[in-house]
């Protein structure tokens, strides 16, 4: 190959200890770029850097006994070679291994190749062998002079990036392997009952003899993968739970409640002005979540609930235990919208019994006029703001608070772990707040056992009473005048809707185009009597919240919106929801949208509109997605469709920023190698913590920091 060739540097790449990584990309090579890029900086990176699949170099096999397909390597004597010039520029040489014929075809060449395929010459040639009505073809195969010894073991293929061939990366590889130290850090006696140690797995997996059934290659089911998938499992669990360990070290705020429930608390006072009664679900993790408050250790619990679960009395009622106990409480929400929301219903329950208290609620975001900002800034740094509302503005460097005890993140997979850090920023002297995280796309069990080992989660199963279920319907987009129809019918009977556009360009202003056309196109078919308002993410702050504040009051009767209303938007009186181009949108995407109906008493329903691609045809896994929105309306059903259709490597990738994800193990199939992953580790940090250490840098170098955050 050699326009491969050409780009191997003259020297040796050596790697730079990882101690000190350099700043990005100073004073490296353009290999070593790219090798960083890769994660490739020390030596045992590169022996954990396993071949996504092999190339058999081992054998020559007759041309007569290939057939169509086969990859093969093949030796024998060049019988003529030249260039042609119609169709294509190209050279054409055929070889002749005394059992049948056949032709090289390559458009793209080198004189050099010329010469090495010149009449007479004995070559060997690997690559995919086509039948045709010429006879044996191969198209670009690889060449090289025959008779050179075969290798024994197979040939690895790397996953490369542009800049680094892989015939270099397979150089570093095998030097790196050759280089690291790989004494074992899961020794015979505390677990692992296998033959495979990991220096004899990686060595293998790198280079296997061809004996070996390649489908056990390719499946990881092979022993040796088995091997390195427990290893990898294991590095996540250890460094999960010793996250867990160093906040159990910690020191939050005990925020105790008094054995008897004094009817002049706040949490008393607000339990009584709520106009329903708590599900058993809010009951229960409201118990669970005041057992954590009561400790001095920072709880870090995840409350998971479907859409409509009634997350956010749970989170006002944990909020009034924190105020209680004399200390501040903050509220954040990942959209300003959401944000708002929360704002407007905290603040009806809870401001009148705050003020006899002499507290406020206090509201913070990044849009805020300045001296508004001060004004909130100065509450909540005297302690009268006792809970403060917001976007992440709430935990931005200027915002000091007297004594926060507890954070509350809404929508959590939206916040990154930067913004997680900075809450910990907030800690009031040696004292960490409480972090309630919450979501509503629930995580299935296996990921959350894998990936959230260091959190608590409790779980609302519980929607409050007198909901009905809401009816999916999938309409082909060509018969919009029936949904049309549909939305009339509702409005007569008081009901509200809610019509999402998607976002269909890269430049917000043609999708604002588009909504305002939609807006318009509704408009005209509803009539005057109608009034159909628009939100778009693009429109200043003031502006949605009166839009939204219109919608809430019934002075708007449709919501025109992009998906700024995605999460959390809470209008009980809407019963319609249509989704344009829903073929465009993520599982969990629509079934958020979808929970903003069905909210109140009135039957439900929501459409999707779907359109056909350019291909005339709905892709496959949007078929899957429409159906499963179809089929099920339950979060956790739909979260396990969801993780089926994309892996569980988009699925988290999505909510997760930095967390690392399992390069090796697949978490839907490898759930025994995971269970004796979580059994181990607890023992493995107990009785041997260096190993454990060991194993833990070896496998996630410092990525094991974002675990932590
Ligand atoms: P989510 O879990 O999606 O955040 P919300 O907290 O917005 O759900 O609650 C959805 C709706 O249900 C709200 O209108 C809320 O006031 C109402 N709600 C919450 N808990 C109950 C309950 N126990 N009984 C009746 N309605 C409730
Ligand atoms: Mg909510």
Known sequence: MPASAKSVPPEKTTSPPAAAPAAPGAGLSAVQRALRKLGLVRDIDFALYLPMR??????????????????AQVEGVVTECEVVFRPRRQLIATIDDGSDTCQLRFFNFYPSQQKQLAAGARVRVRGEMRGGFVGRQMMHPAVKAAGTALPQALTPVYSTIAGLPQPVLRREVRSGLARAVLDETIPVQIGWRGAWDLRSSLT?????????????????????????????????????????????????????SSAEPQASSLHAQLLAVLPFGLTGAQQRVGEEITRDLGREIPMHRLLQGDVGSGKTVVAALAAARCIDAGFQCALMAPTEILAAQHFGKL???????????????????????????????????????????GTHAVISEKVRFKNLALAIIDEQHRFGVAQRLAL?????????????????????????????????????????????PIVTKLVADHRRDEVIDRIQAQIAQGRQVYWVCPLIEESEAVDLRNATETRDELADALGAAVNVGLLHSRMPT??????????????IQVLVSTTVIEVGVDVPNASLMVIEHAERFGLSQLHQLRGRVGRGAAASACVLLYAP?????????????????????????????DLEIRGPGEFLGARQSGAPLLRFADLST???????????????????PELAQRHIDRWLGTKAEYLKA
């Open 54 to 71: 092999y190339e058999d170099e081992t054998r020559i096999v007759r041309l007569a006994d290939t057939r169509d397909g086969d990859m």
């Open 424 to 468: 910990r920023g907030k800690a009031v002297g040696h004292l960490e707040p409480h972090l309630l995280m919450m979501s509503a796309t629930p995580i299935p069990r296996t990921l959350a056992m894998s990936y959230y080992a260091d959190l608590d989660v409790s779980t609302l199963d519980e929607l409050p009473p007198g909901r009905t």
């Open 613 to 641: 691609g350019d291909s005339g045809r709905v892709g496959e896994a949007a078929r899957a997605r429409l159906k499963a929105m179809a089929e099920t309306g339950d979060g956790f059903e739909i979260a396990r469709r």
């Open 347 to 389: 603040v009806g329950w809870l401001d009148p019994l705050l003020a006899e208290r002499g507290l406020r609620v206090a509201w913070l975001t990044g849009s805020q006029k300045k001296k508004e900002r001060d004004a909130m800034s100065a509450a909540v740094e005297s302690g009268e703001a006792a809970l403060v509302i």
């Open 670 to 688: 490898d759930t025994m190698l995971l269970d004796w992953a979580r059994e181990l580790a607890p023992l493995m940090l107990d009785k041997h």
């Open 204 to 256: 293998f997996l790198h280079y296997p003899t061809p004996d070996v059934a390649m489908a056990t290659l390719e499946d990881h089911s092979h022993p040796a993968w088995q091997r390195i998938k427990a290893e990898e499992l294991l590095a996540q669990q250890l460094s999960q739970l010793q996250a867990r360990l160093e906040r159990a070290a910690q020191r939050a705020p005990m925020l105790p």
């Open 542 to 555: 003031a502006e949605k919240q009166a839009v939204m504040a219109a919608f809430t009051a019934n002075e």
